[in-house]
Protein backbone atom coordinates (compact mmCIF):
# COMPACT_ATOMS: atom_id res chain seq x y z
CA UNK A 1 0.00 0.00 0.00
CA UNK A 2 1.98 3.10 -1.00
CA UNK A 3 -0.38 5.62 1.00
CA UNK A 4 0.65 3.88 4.74
CA UNK A 5 -2.63 3.90 6.47
CA UNK A 6 -2.74 2.16 10.33
CA UNK A 7 -4.64 -0.67 10.74
CA UNK A 8 -5.39 -4.20 12.46
CA UNK A 9 -4.03 -4.67 16.27
CA UNK A 10 -1.96 -8.70 17.01
CA UNK A 11 -3.04 -10.54 19.96
CA UNK A 12 -0.91 -13.43 20.90
CA UNK A 13 -2.52 -16.06 23.66
CA UNK A 14 -0.42 -19.37 24.98
CA UNK A 15 -1.45 -21.08 27.85
CA UNK A 16 1.21 -23.62 29.28
CA UNK A 17 -0.31 -26.74 29.93
CA UNK A 18 2.16 -28.96 32.21
CA UNK A 19 4.58 -28.17 35.23
CA UNK A 20 7.93 -26.00 33.89
CA UNK A 21 9.66 -29.11 34.78
CA UNK A 22 8.44 -30.84 31.85
CA UNK A 23 9.68 -28.02 29.49
CA UNK A 24 12.84 -27.89 30.99
CA UNK A 25 12.97 -31.62 30.50
CA UNK A 26 11.51 -31.67 27.17
CA UNK A 27 13.11 -28.35 25.54
CA UNK A 28 15.66 -27.72 27.87
CA UNK A 29 14.88 -24.36 29.25
CA UNK A 30 11.52 -23.02 32.07
CA UNK A 31 11.65 -20.33 29.07
CA UNK A 32 10.15 -22.48 26.62
CA UNK A 33 6.59 -20.71 26.93
CA UNK A 34 8.02 -16.69 26.51
CA UNK A 35 10.37 -17.82 24.23
CA UNK A 36 7.29 -18.77 22.20
CA UNK A 37 5.08 -15.98 23.18
CA UNK A 38 8.40 -13.72 21.57
CA UNK A 39 8.19 -15.59 18.68
CA UNK A 40 4.62 -15.59 18.19
CA UNK A 41 4.73 -11.66 18.37
CA UNK A 42 7.70 -11.23 16.53
CA UNK A 43 6.00 -12.92 13.55
CA UNK A 44 3.09 -10.68 13.97
CA UNK A 45 5.46 -7.48 14.09
CA UNK A 46 3.29 -6.35 10.50
CA UNK A 47 -0.36 -6.00 13.15
CA UNK A 48 1.28 -3.04 15.27
CA UNK A 49 4.12 -1.25 15.65
CA UNK A 50 3.33 2.12 17.98
CA UNK A 51 3.41 -0.25 21.22
CA UNK A 52 3.45 -3.59 22.81
CA UNK A 53 2.65 -4.99 26.05
CA UNK A 54 2.65 -8.49 27.84
CA UNK A 55 0.53 -9.79 30.90
CA UNK A 56 1.14 -13.03 32.54
CA UNK A 57 -0.61 -15.15 35.24
CA UNK A 58 0.82 -17.45 37.50
CA UNK A 59 -1.09 -20.30 38.69
CA UNK A 60 -1.17 -21.99 42.56
CA UNK A 61 0.92 -19.10 44.20
CA UNK A 62 1.38 -18.56 47.95
CA UNK A 63 -1.35 -15.60 49.22
CA UNK A 64 1.14 -12.67 49.80
CA UNK A 65 3.13 -13.39 46.73
CA UNK A 66 2.23 -11.44 43.12
CA UNK A 67 0.39 -13.48 40.41
CA UNK A 68 -0.27 -10.97 37.88
CA UNK A 69 2.30 -9.19 36.09
CA UNK A 70 2.00 -6.73 32.96
CA UNK A 71 4.66 -4.59 31.15
CA UNK A 72 4.06 -2.01 28.40
CA UNK A 73 6.09 -0.06 25.89
CA UNK A 74 5.03 2.20 22.93
CA UNK A 75 8.60 2.34 22.04
CA UNK A 76 10.38 1.54 18.93
CA UNK A 77 11.02 -1.78 18.72
CA UNK A 78 8.82 -2.14 21.56
CA UNK A 79 8.67 -5.95 21.10
CA UNK A 80 12.43 -6.45 21.52
CA UNK A 81 12.26 -3.77 24.17
CA UNK A 82 10.14 -6.04 26.38
CA UNK A 83 11.95 -9.43 25.76
CA UNK A 84 15.29 -7.58 26.94
CA UNK A 85 13.70 -6.48 29.84
CA UNK A 86 12.77 -9.85 30.91
CA UNK A 87 16.31 -11.34 29.53
CA UNK A 88 17.96 -8.67 32.12
CA UNK A 89 15.76 -10.04 34.85
CA UNK A 90 17.02 -13.41 34.38
CA UNK A 91 20.50 -12.65 33.98
CA UNK A 92 20.59 -10.56 37.10
CA UNK A 93 19.08 -13.83 38.66
CA UNK A 94 21.74 -16.01 36.90
CA UNK A 95 24.84 -13.78 37.77
CA UNK A 96 25.09 -14.89 40.94
CA UNK A 97 22.78 -18.22 41.28
CA UNK A 98 24.25 -19.79 37.64
CA UNK A 99 22.53 -23.16 38.48
CA UNK A 100 18.92 -21.33 38.95
CA UNK A 101 17.78 -21.53 35.21
CA UNK A 102 17.75 -25.60 36.21
CA UNK A 103 15.54 -25.20 39.23
CA UNK A 104 12.20 -24.29 37.92
CA UNK A 105 10.21 -23.71 41.03
CA UNK A 106 12.77 -21.19 41.83
CA UNK A 107 12.75 -19.54 38.62
CA UNK A 108 9.06 -19.66 38.56
CA UNK A 109 9.34 -17.68 41.91
CA UNK A 110 11.59 -14.89 41.29
CA UNK A 111 11.10 -14.28 37.48
CA UNK A 112 7.87 -11.90 37.18
CA UNK A 113 6.76 -12.96 33.73
CA UNK A 114 7.45 -16.92 33.52
CA UNK A 115 3.64 -17.73 34.15
CA UNK A 116 1.56 -20.44 32.83
CA UNK A 117 -0.88 -18.10 31.22
CA UNK A 118 0.76 -15.26 28.82
CA UNK A 119 -1.41 -12.78 27.08
CA UNK A 120 0.45 -10.41 24.41
CA UNK A 121 -0.73 -7.73 22.44
CA UNK A 122 0.99 -5.26 19.63
CA UNK A 123 -0.74 -2.03 18.82
CA UNK A 124 -1.55 0.26 15.56
CA UNK A 125 -3.14 3.28 17.04
CA UNK A 126 -6.10 4.07 15.80
CA UNK A 127 -7.03 6.79 17.89
CA UNK A 128 -4.17 8.10 16.91
CA UNK A 129 -2.24 8.27 20.71
CA UNK A 130 1.04 6.60 21.09
CA UNK A 131 0.89 6.92 24.87
CA UNK A 132 1.61 3.98 26.69
CA UNK A 133 -0.93 3.84 28.71
CA UNK A 134 -3.15 3.21 25.75
CA UNK A 135 -1.07 0.27 25.28
CA UNK A 136 -2.86 -2.97 25.82
CA UNK A 137 -3.49 -5.28 27.96
CA UNK A 138 -5.44 -3.54 30.49
CA UNK A 139 -5.77 -4.61 34.01
CA UNK A 140 -7.99 -4.70 36.54
CA UNK A 141 -6.93 -5.59 40.45
CA UNK A 142 -8.66 -7.13 43.13
CA UNK A 143 -7.73 -8.18 46.39
CA UNK A 144 -10.03 -11.39 45.65
CA UNK A 145 -8.32 -13.31 43.30
CA UNK A 146 -10.29 -14.15 40.91
CA UNK A 147 -11.30 -10.72 40.60
CA UNK A 148 -8.18 -9.72 39.15
CA UNK A 149 -8.54 -9.69 34.85
CA UNK A 150 -6.51 -8.61 31.81
CA UNK A 151 -7.68 -7.65 28.31
CA UNK A 152 -6.26 -7.57 25.16
CA UNK A 153 -7.59 -7.39 21.60
CA UNK A 154 -7.52 -6.47 18.03
CA UNK A 155 -10.89 -4.49 17.60
CA UNK A 156 -12.52 -1.38 17.61
CA UNK A 157 -16.33 -0.87 18.96
CA UNK A 158 -18.70 1.85 18.04
CA UNK A 159 -20.80 2.24 21.08
CA UNK A 160 -18.38 2.90 23.48
CA UNK A 161 -20.04 5.96 24.76
CA UNK A 162 -23.54 3.90 25.12
CA UNK A 163 -21.41 1.39 27.25
CA UNK A 164 -20.52 4.12 29.63
CA UNK A 165 -23.86 5.13 29.79
CA UNK A 166 -24.89 1.56 30.68
CA UNK A 167 -22.78 1.43 33.50
CA UNK A 168 -23.63 5.03 34.49
CA UNK A 169 -19.64 6.19 34.52
CA UNK A 170 -18.76 9.58 33.41
CA UNK A 171 -15.42 8.72 31.25
CA UNK A 172 -12.73 11.13 31.54
CA UNK A 173 -10.01 11.76 28.60
CA UNK A 174 -8.57 8.80 28.45
CA UNK A 175 -11.70 6.44 28.60
CA UNK A 176 -13.30 8.45 25.72
CA UNK A 177 -10.47 7.77 23.68
CA UNK A 178 -10.38 4.04 24.68
CA UNK A 179 -11.99 1.42 23.37
CA UNK A 180 -10.83 -1.45 25.50
CA UNK A 181 -11.48 0.65 28.55
CA UNK A 182 -15.43 0.47 28.18
CA UNK A 183 -14.87 -3.08 27.34
CA UNK A 184 -13.07 -3.91 30.58
CA UNK A 185 -15.72 -1.91 32.78
CA UNK A 186 -18.31 -4.03 31.31
CA UNK A 187 -16.07 -7.39 31.27
CA UNK A 188 -15.00 -6.77 35.22
CA UNK A 189 -18.20 -5.53 36.51
CA UNK A 190 -19.54 -8.92 35.09
CA UNK A 191 -16.56 -10.83 36.69
CA UNK A 192 -17.41 -9.11 40.22
CA UNK A 193 -20.96 -10.09 39.81
CA UNK A 194 -20.04 -14.07 38.20
CA UNK A 195 -18.00 -14.13 41.32
CA UNK A 196 -20.38 -12.87 43.94
CA UNK A 197 -22.78 -15.48 42.43
CA UNK A 198 -20.38 -18.32 42.70
CA UNK A 199 -17.37 -17.69 44.98
CA UNK A 200 -13.64 -18.73 43.69
CA UNK A 201 -15.82 -20.68 40.64
CA UNK A 202 -17.41 -17.88 38.03
CA UNK A 203 -18.45 -19.18 34.95
CA UNK A 204 -16.89 -17.51 32.53
CA UNK A 205 -18.96 -19.11 29.81
CA UNK A 206 -22.17 -17.82 30.75
CA UNK A 207 -19.97 -14.10 31.58
CA UNK A 208 -19.25 -13.72 27.87
CA UNK A 209 -22.65 -14.70 26.84
CA UNK A 210 -23.98 -11.83 28.81
CA UNK A 211 -21.43 -9.46 27.53
CA UNK A 212 -20.19 -9.73 23.83
CA UNK A 213 -23.60 -8.98 22.68
CA UNK A 214 -23.43 -5.39 24.34
CA UNK A 215 -20.62 -4.83 21.63
CA UNK A 216 -21.00 -3.13 18.55
CA UNK A 217 -17.92 -3.66 16.02
CA UNK A 218 -15.58 -5.98 15.06
CA UNK A 219 -13.14 -7.56 17.88
CA UNK A 220 -11.15 -10.46 19.12
CA UNK A 221 -9.97 -10.49 22.26
CA UNK A 222 -8.16 -12.20 25.03
CA UNK A 223 -8.00 -12.59 28.62
CA UNK A 224 -7.00 -14.02 31.45
CA UNK A 225 -8.43 -13.89 34.87
CA UNK A 226 -6.09 -13.64 38.38
CA UNK A 227 -7.42 -17.50 39.16
CA UNK A 228 -5.93 -18.99 35.91
CA UNK A 229 -8.62 -19.03 33.35
CA UNK A 230 -8.21 -18.21 30.06
CA UNK A 231 -10.50 -17.17 27.26
CA UNK A 232 -10.16 -15.20 23.53
CA UNK A 233 -13.86 -14.39 21.68
CA UNK A 234 -14.38 -13.65 18.60
CA UNK A 235 -17.37 -10.96 16.94
CA UNK A 236 -20.51 -11.81 15.63
CA UNK A 237 -19.41 -11.63 12.22
CA UNK A 238 -15.89 -12.54 12.59
CA UNK A 239 -14.68 -9.56 11.43
CA UNK A 240 -11.24 -9.50 13.38
CA UNK A 241 -9.53 -13.02 12.05
CA UNK A 242 -8.06 -15.66 15.12
CA UNK A 243 -6.76 -19.08 14.66
CA UNK A 244 -6.15 -20.92 17.54
CA UNK A 245 -3.36 -24.71 17.99
CA UNK A 246 -3.62 -27.06 20.72
CA UNK A 247 -1.51 -30.11 21.92
CA UNK A 248 -0.76 -31.81 24.88
CA UNK A 249 1.95 -28.70 26.21
CA UNK A 250 0.43 -25.90 25.34
CA UNK A 251 -2.81 -23.78 23.68
CA UNK A 252 -2.09 -21.02 21.69
CA UNK A 253 -4.64 -18.25 20.11
CA UNK A 254 -3.10 -15.38 17.46
CA UNK A 255 -4.53 -13.25 15.04
CA UNK A 256 -2.35 -14.84 12.00
CA UNK A 257 -2.31 -18.75 11.04
CA UNK A 258 1.28 -18.57 9.46
CA UNK A 259 2.28 -17.10 13.05
CA UNK A 260 0.93 -19.97 14.87
CA UNK A 261 2.38 -22.64 12.18
CA UNK A 262 5.93 -21.33 12.07
CA UNK A 263 6.55 -20.58 16.12
CA UNK A 264 5.18 -24.47 16.77
CA UNK A 265 6.21 -26.11 13.74
CA UNK A 266 3.02 -27.56 12.62
CA UNK A 267 0.93 -27.86 9.74
CA UNK A 268 -1.98 -25.96 8.05
CA UNK A 269 -4.93 -28.30 9.31
CA UNK A 270 -3.74 -28.32 13.02
CA UNK A 271 -4.20 -24.64 12.92
CA UNK A 272 -8.25 -24.19 13.41
CA UNK A 273 -10.01 -20.79 12.70
CA UNK A 274 -11.98 -19.48 15.98
CA UNK A 275 -14.82 -19.55 14.17
CA UNK A 276 -17.55 -16.26 14.41
CA UNK A 277 -19.30 -15.83 17.62
CA UNK A 278 -17.21 -18.50 19.14
CA UNK A 279 -14.98 -18.09 22.48
CA UNK A 280 -11.84 -20.64 23.08
CA UNK A 281 -11.85 -21.27 26.90
CA UNK A 282 -9.17 -22.46 29.19
CA UNK A 283 -10.22 -23.56 32.72
CA UNK A 284 -7.53 -23.76 35.55
CA UNK A 285 -6.60 -27.32 35.07
CA UNK A 286 -5.96 -26.86 31.81
CA UNK A 287 -8.72 -28.28 30.17
CA UNK A 288 -10.76 -26.46 27.38
CA UNK A 289 -13.61 -26.08 25.32
CA UNK A 290 -14.62 -24.37 22.25
CA UNK A 291 -18.04 -22.80 22.11
CA UNK A 292 -20.90 -20.57 20.35
CA UNK A 293 -21.35 -18.14 23.10
CA UNK A 294 -23.33 -15.56 21.05
CA UNK A 295 -26.01 -15.85 17.84
CA UNK A 296 -23.36 -16.03 14.61
CA UNK A 297 -24.43 -13.29 12.27
CA UNK A 298 -23.83 -12.91 8.87
CA UNK A 299 -19.88 -14.20 7.86
CA UNK A 300 -18.02 -10.37 7.07
CA UNK A 301 -14.50 -11.63 7.66
CA UNK A 302 -12.17 -8.37 6.86
CA UNK A 303 -10.91 -8.77 3.06
CA UNK A 304 -8.24 -6.10 3.37
CA UNK A 305 -6.59 -8.71 5.32
CA UNK A 306 -6.61 -10.89 2.31
CA UNK A 307 -5.88 -7.74 0.15
CA UNK A 308 -2.71 -6.34 2.38
CA UNK A 309 -2.52 -6.57 6.71
CA UNK A 310 -2.09 -10.59 7.26
CA UNK A 311 1.69 -11.91 6.42
CA UNK A 312 1.81 -13.58 2.75
CA UNK A 313 3.35 -16.10 4.57
CA UNK A 314 -0.13 -17.71 4.88
CA UNK A 315 -0.49 -20.33 1.63
CA UNK A 316 -3.91 -19.52 1.09
CA UNK A 317 -3.43 -15.39 1.67
CA UNK A 318 -0.58 -16.34 -0.59
CA UNK A 319 -2.76 -17.90 -3.39
CA UNK A 320 -5.47 -15.34 -2.95
CA UNK A 321 -3.50 -12.25 -3.56
CA UNK A 322 -2.11 -14.12 -6.96
CA UNK A 323 -5.44 -14.17 -7.53
CA UNK A 324 -6.35 -10.99 -7.04
CA UNK A 325 -3.53 -10.05 -9.50
CA UNK A 326 -4.87 -12.23 -11.99
CA UNK A 327 -8.38 -11.42 -11.96
CA UNK A 328 -7.11 -7.81 -13.42
CA UNK A 329 -5.44 -9.48 -16.31
CA UNK A 330 -8.50 -8.76 -19.07
CA UNK A 331 -9.10 -5.31 -17.92
CA UNK A 332 -5.03 -4.21 -18.51
CA UNK A 333 -5.00 -6.52 -21.58
CA UNK A 334 -7.48 -3.87 -22.99
CA UNK A 335 -6.27 -1.33 -21.73
CA UNK A 336 -2.53 -1.58 -23.43
CA UNK A 337 -4.66 -2.47 -26.40
CA UNK A 338 -3.11 -6.15 -26.04
CA UNK A 339 0.00 -4.93 -27.10
CA UNK A 340 2.56 -6.71 -24.93
CA UNK A 341 5.55 -6.07 -26.75
CA UNK A 342 6.02 -2.55 -26.46
CA UNK A 343 4.55 -2.94 -22.41
CA UNK A 344 6.64 -3.21 -19.33
CA UNK A 345 4.99 -4.63 -16.04
CA UNK A 346 6.28 -3.58 -12.58
CA UNK A 347 4.70 -3.32 -8.75
CA UNK A 348 4.85 -0.88 -6.05
CA UNK A 349 5.20 -1.27 -3.09
CA UNK A 350 7.16 -4.93 -2.29
CA UNK A 351 3.77 -5.86 -0.40
CA UNK A 352 2.07 -6.09 -3.96
CA UNK A 353 5.04 -8.74 -5.24
CA UNK A 354 2.16 -11.56 -5.27
CA UNK A 355 -0.69 -9.64 -6.94
CA UNK A 356 2.23 -8.92 -9.52
CA UNK A 357 3.27 -12.51 -9.90
CA UNK A 358 -0.41 -13.42 -10.42
CA UNK A 359 -0.99 -10.65 -13.22
CA UNK A 360 2.44 -11.51 -14.63
CA UNK A 361 0.79 -15.29 -15.07
CA UNK A 362 -2.49 -13.53 -16.70
CA UNK A 363 -0.11 -12.02 -18.89
CA UNK A 364 1.74 -15.18 -19.54
CA UNK A 365 -0.92 -17.46 -20.29
CA UNK A 366 -2.16 -14.62 -22.60
CA UNK A 367 0.86 -14.34 -24.82
CA UNK A 368 1.07 -18.32 -24.71
CA UNK A 369 -2.30 -18.24 -26.11
CA UNK A 370 -0.87 -15.77 -29.07
CA UNK A 371 1.68 -18.00 -29.63
CA UNK A 372 0.18 -21.01 -29.97
CA UNK A 373 -2.41 -18.92 -32.70
CA UNK A 374 1.31 -17.86 -34.27
CA UNK A 375 2.71 -21.61 -34.56
CA UNK A 376 -0.64 -22.82 -35.84
CA UNK A 377 -0.76 -20.49 -38.58
CA UNK A 378 2.57 -20.77 -40.04
CA UNK A 379 1.59 -24.41 -41.07
CA UNK A 380 5.18 -25.71 -42.15
CA UNK A 381 6.17 -22.33 -43.57
CA UNK A 382 9.17 -21.88 -40.23
CA UNK A 383 12.34 -22.29 -39.81
CA UNK A 384 14.20 -23.71 -36.44
CA UNK A 385 15.32 -19.75 -35.33
CA UNK A 386 11.33 -18.04 -36.50
CA UNK A 387 10.38 -21.02 -34.38
CA UNK A 388 12.86 -20.67 -31.82
CA UNK A 389 11.85 -16.71 -31.41
CA UNK A 390 8.58 -16.66 -30.91
CA UNK A 391 8.73 -19.72 -28.44
CA UNK A 392 11.35 -17.40 -25.90
CA UNK A 393 9.14 -14.49 -26.23
CA UNK A 394 8.15 -13.41 -22.57
CA UNK A 395 6.49 -10.95 -20.64
CA UNK A 396 8.19 -7.87 -19.90
CA UNK A 397 8.84 -7.33 -16.06
CA UNK A 398 11.26 -5.48 -14.54
CA UNK A 399 12.02 -3.60 -11.31
CA UNK A 400 11.47 -0.07 -11.85
CA UNK A 401 10.76 1.69 -8.80
CA UNK A 402 13.17 1.47 -6.04
CA UNK A 403 12.12 2.63 -2.57
CA UNK A 404 14.34 4.35 -1.26
CA UNK A 405 15.56 4.81 2.49
CA UNK A 406 13.02 6.68 4.35
CA UNK A 407 13.09 10.68 3.40
CA UNK A 408 13.02 12.68 6.56
CA UNK A 409 12.36 16.41 5.38
CA UNK A 410 13.90 18.61 7.23
CA UNK A 411 11.89 21.90 5.84
CA UNK A 412 8.43 23.00 6.79
CA UNK A 413 7.93 24.73 3.57
CA UNK A 414 5.21 22.62 2.04
CA UNK A 415 7.20 23.58 -1.73
CA UNK A 416 10.45 22.16 -0.07
CA UNK A 417 8.42 19.11 1.62
CA UNK A 418 7.02 18.24 -1.78
CA UNK A 419 10.05 18.32 -3.53
CA UNK A 420 11.64 15.78 -1.16
CA UNK A 421 8.75 13.46 -1.11
CA UNK A 422 8.90 12.96 -4.85
CA UNK A 423 12.37 11.16 -4.25
CA UNK A 424 10.90 8.99 -1.77
CA UNK A 425 10.92 5.81 -5.26
CA UNK A 426 13.78 6.16 -7.12
CA UNK A 427 13.70 4.55 -10.74
CA UNK A 428 15.95 1.91 -12.89
CA UNK A 429 17.04 4.01 -15.56
CA UNK A 430 17.22 2.08 -19.04
CA UNK A 431 13.92 -0.51 -18.50
CA UNK A 432 11.71 1.69 -20.57
CA UNK A 433 12.34 2.92 -23.97
CA UNK A 434 11.11 6.56 -24.08
CA UNK A 435 7.79 7.26 -26.26
CA UNK A 436 7.27 4.05 -27.21
CA UNK A 437 6.60 1.81 -23.50
CA UNK A 438 3.80 1.63 -21.87
CA UNK A 439 4.25 1.31 -17.68
CA UNK A 440 1.75 -1.15 -16.10
CA UNK A 441 2.65 -0.62 -12.47
CA UNK A 442 0.19 -2.87 -9.55
CA UNK A 443 -0.23 -1.08 -5.63
CA UNK A 444 -2.22 -3.38 -3.03
CA UNK A 445 -4.70 -0.38 -3.08
CA UNK A 446 -5.09 3.23 -2.81
CA UNK A 447 -6.39 5.41 -0.66
CA UNK A 448 -5.32 8.69 0.02
CA UNK A 449 -3.41 9.10 -3.50
CA UNK A 450 -1.16 11.48 -2.41
CA UNK A 451 2.20 9.09 -2.81
CA UNK A 452 1.25 8.66 -5.72
CA UNK A 453 0.56 12.13 -7.09
CA UNK A 454 3.73 13.37 -5.39
CA UNK A 455 5.85 10.95 -5.77
CA UNK A 456 5.18 7.48 -7.94
CA UNK A 457 3.74 9.12 -11.11
CA UNK A 458 6.42 11.97 -10.83
CA UNK A 459 9.10 9.29 -11.03
CA UNK A 460 7.71 7.15 -13.15
CA UNK A 461 7.41 9.83 -15.69
CA UNK A 462 11.48 10.41 -15.12
CA UNK A 463 11.47 7.68 -17.38
CA UNK A 464 9.61 9.57 -20.44
CA UNK A 465 6.83 6.03 -21.42
CA UNK A 466 4.22 6.23 -23.85
CA UNK A 467 1.56 5.81 -21.02
CA UNK A 468 1.36 5.21 -16.80
CA UNK A 469 -1.24 2.20 -16.13
CA UNK A 470 -1.64 2.41 -12.11
CA UNK A 471 -3.38 -1.06 -11.10
CA UNK A 472 -5.16 -1.27 -7.79
CA UNK A 473 -5.59 -4.91 -6.86
CA UNK A 474 -8.18 -3.43 -4.38
CA UNK A 475 -11.46 -2.12 -5.60
CA UNK A 476 -12.24 1.66 -5.17
CA UNK A 477 -11.79 2.60 -1.14
CA UNK A 478 -15.13 4.58 -0.83
CA UNK A 479 -16.24 4.25 2.91
CA UNK A 480 -14.73 4.45 6.22
CA UNK A 481 -13.41 1.65 8.46
CA UNK A 482 -14.72 1.37 11.96
CA UNK A 483 -13.56 -2.11 13.05
CA UNK A 484 -10.32 -1.90 13.28
CA UNK A 485 -8.36 0.21 10.14
CA UNK A 486 -7.49 3.89 10.76
CA UNK A 487 -9.88 4.79 7.80
CA UNK A 488 -12.45 7.41 10.02
CA UNK A 489 -12.42 10.50 7.55
CA UNK A 490 -14.24 10.61 4.00
CA UNK A 491 -11.80 13.32 3.01
CA UNK A 492 -9.20 11.29 3.06
CA UNK A 493 -9.95 9.16 0.43
CA UNK A 494 -9.54 9.92 -3.35
CA UNK A 495 -12.26 7.91 -4.35
CA UNK A 496 -14.68 10.17 -2.49
CA UNK A 497 -13.19 13.49 -3.39
CA UNK A 498 -13.16 12.33 -7.01
CA UNK A 499 -17.13 11.59 -6.65
CA UNK A 500 -17.51 15.39 -5.23
CA UNK A 501 -15.26 16.46 -7.85
CA UNK A 502 -17.65 14.96 -10.51
CA UNK A 503 -20.58 16.88 -8.83
CA UNK A 504 -18.36 20.05 -9.13
CA UNK A 505 -17.88 19.47 -12.92
CA UNK A 506 -21.61 18.62 -13.38
CA UNK A 507 -22.75 21.48 -11.34
CA UNK A 508 -24.77 19.13 -8.66
CA UNK A 509 -22.90 20.77 -5.38
CA UNK A 510 -26.90 20.63 -4.26
CA UNK A 511 -26.85 17.00 -3.91
CA UNK A 512 -24.02 17.20 -1.25
CA UNK A 513 -26.40 19.76 1.04
CA UNK A 514 -28.96 17.51 0.42
CA UNK A 515 -27.32 14.82 1.54
CA UNK A 516 -25.67 16.66 4.74
CA UNK A 517 -29.88 17.80 5.48
CA UNK A 518 -30.54 14.76 5.38
CA UNK A 519 -27.79 12.93 7.80
CA UNK A 520 -28.27 15.68 10.30
CA UNK A 521 -32.61 14.87 10.64
CA UNK A 522 -31.52 11.41 10.94
CA UNK A 523 -29.25 12.62 13.88
CA UNK A 524 -31.76 14.73 15.75
CA UNK A 525 -34.24 12.08 15.42
CA UNK A 526 -31.37 9.52 16.74
CA UNK A 527 -31.91 7.15 13.91
CA UNK A 528 -27.90 7.80 12.17
CA UNK A 529 -27.40 4.22 11.87
CA UNK A 530 -30.45 3.18 9.84
CA UNK A 531 -29.21 4.11 6.54
CA UNK A 532 -26.06 4.65 4.77
CA UNK A 533 -26.73 8.00 3.02
CA UNK A 534 -23.48 8.49 1.66
CA UNK A 535 -24.03 5.72 -0.72
CA UNK A 536 -26.54 7.96 -2.44
CA UNK A 537 -23.60 9.90 -3.60
CA UNK A 538 -21.69 7.40 -5.33
CA UNK A 539 -25.19 6.51 -7.22
CA UNK A 540 -24.19 10.01 -9.42
CA UNK A 541 -21.33 7.98 -11.12
CA UNK A 542 -20.05 4.93 -12.56
CA UNK A 543 -17.40 3.26 -11.22
CA UNK A 544 -15.29 4.00 -14.36
CA UNK A 545 -16.00 7.97 -14.66
CA UNK A 546 -14.68 7.44 -10.95
CA UNK A 547 -11.39 5.98 -12.27
CA UNK A 548 -11.19 8.34 -14.80
CA UNK A 549 -11.51 11.54 -12.43
CA UNK A 550 -9.00 9.68 -10.25
CA UNK A 551 -6.67 9.44 -12.62
CA UNK A 552 -6.56 13.42 -13.28
CA UNK A 553 -6.28 13.81 -9.87
CA UNK A 554 -3.48 12.17 -9.48
CA UNK A 555 -1.55 13.51 -12.08
CA UNK A 556 0.74 16.34 -11.99
CA UNK A 557 -0.69 19.15 -13.57
CA UNK A 558 2.65 19.91 -15.91
CA UNK A 559 2.84 16.21 -17.17
CA UNK A 560 2.02 15.76 -20.42
CA UNK A 561 2.10 11.64 -20.22
CA UNK A 562 -1.41 9.95 -19.86
CA UNK A 563 -2.18 8.12 -16.54
CA UNK A 564 -4.74 5.39 -15.93
CA UNK A 565 -6.07 3.51 -13.06
CA UNK A 566 -7.83 0.13 -12.79
CA UNK A 567 -9.57 -1.11 -9.95
CA UNK A 568 -10.38 -4.59 -9.28
CA UNK A 569 -14.05 -5.18 -9.47
CA UNK A 570 -16.04 -6.24 -6.28
CA UNK A 571 -17.29 -9.40 -7.94
CA UNK A 572 -13.60 -10.62 -8.62
CA UNK A 573 -12.73 -9.46 -5.00
CA UNK A 574 -14.64 -11.65 -3.90
CA UNK A 575 -13.94 -14.56 -6.42
CA UNK A 576 -10.80 -14.44 -5.07
CA UNK A 577 -11.40 -14.19 -1.27
CA UNK A 578 -14.55 -16.41 -0.70
CA UNK A 579 -13.76 -16.72 2.75
CA UNK A 580 -13.63 -13.01 3.34
CA UNK A 581 -16.60 -11.17 2.47
CA UNK A 582 -16.16 -8.13 4.59
CA UNK A 583 -16.56 -5.24 1.87
CA UNK A 584 -17.85 -2.27 3.62
CA UNK A 585 -14.70 0.32 2.75
CA UNK A 586 -15.83 -0.77 -0.64
CA UNK A 587 -19.61 -1.07 -0.52
CA UNK A 588 -20.72 0.84 2.30
CA UNK A 589 -22.74 -2.55 3.44
CA UNK A 590 -21.59 -2.20 6.94
CA UNK A 591 -22.37 -5.84 9.21
CA UNK A 592 -23.52 -3.56 12.04
CA UNK A 593 -25.71 -0.06 12.47
CA UNK A 594 -22.91 1.48 14.30
CA UNK A 595 -21.32 1.10 10.81
CA UNK A 596 -23.69 3.45 9.29
CA UNK A 597 -24.00 5.94 11.83
CA UNK A 598 -20.11 6.07 11.84
CA UNK A 599 -20.13 6.88 7.78
CA UNK A 600 -22.97 9.17 8.11
CA UNK A 601 -20.71 11.30 11.00
CA UNK A 602 -17.75 11.25 8.93
CA UNK A 603 -19.69 12.93 6.04
CA UNK A 604 -21.36 15.58 8.45
CA UNK A 605 -17.52 16.25 10.04
CA UNK A 606 -16.20 16.72 5.90
CA UNK A 607 -19.56 19.02 4.96
CA UNK A 608 -18.57 20.83 8.40
CA UNK A 609 -15.16 21.29 7.82
CA UNK A 610 -13.91 18.93 10.49
CA UNK A 611 -10.85 17.45 10.70
CA UNK A 612 -12.07 14.39 13.21
CA UNK A 613 -12.81 10.99 13.54
CA UNK A 614 -16.59 9.93 12.62
CA UNK A 615 -16.31 7.58 15.78
Same mark, same amino acid.
Given at each position: *?????????????????????? +???????????????????????????????????????????????????????????????????VNELAKYNPDIVNHPGLMKGHVKFL??????????????????????????????????????????????????????????????????????????????????????? $???????????????????????????????????????????????????????????????????????????????????????????? /??? !????????????????????????????????????????????????????????EVAFLGLQKGMQMYLNKVKIERILS???????? !?????????????????????????????????? *????? +????????? $????????????????????????? *???????????????????????? +?????????????????????????????????????????????????????????????????????? *????????? $????????????????????????? /????????????????????????NERGY
Amino acid at each position: *MSDPIKHECGLAFIRLRKPFSH +YLKKYGTVMWGLNKLYLLMEKQHNRGQDGAGIAAVKLNVEPGHPFMHRIRSAEPQAISLLFQTIAEEVNELAKYNPDIVNHPGLMKGHVKFLGELLLGHLRYGTQGKNNVAFCHPFIKRHTITTRNLALAGNFNLVNTEELFQKLGIEPGPFQKQSDLAAMMEIVHKRLVEADEQSPAK $PDIKQLLKDVIPQFDGGFVVGGITGDGVGFVFRDPHGIRPCYYYIDDDVIVAASERAAIRTTFNVGENEVKELMPANALIVYEDGQYEVSEV /TEP !KERKACSFERIYFSRGSDEKIYKERKALGFNLSEQVLKAIDFDLKNTIFSYIPNTAEVAFLGLQKGMQMYLNKVKIERILSWGKDFDEE !KLSEMINRRIRVGKIAIKDVKMRTFITEDASRNE *MVQHV +YDVTYGTVR $PGIDTIVVIDDSIVRGTTLKQSIIK *MLARLQPKKIIILSSAPQIRYPDC +YGIDMSKLGDFIAFNAAVEILKDRGEEHILQELWEKCKDLKAKGLLHTENVVKQLYKRSTTEEISQKIAE *MITPKDLNI $PVQVIFQSIEDLHKACPNNLGDWYF /TGNYPTPGGNRVVNQAFMNFMEGKNERGY
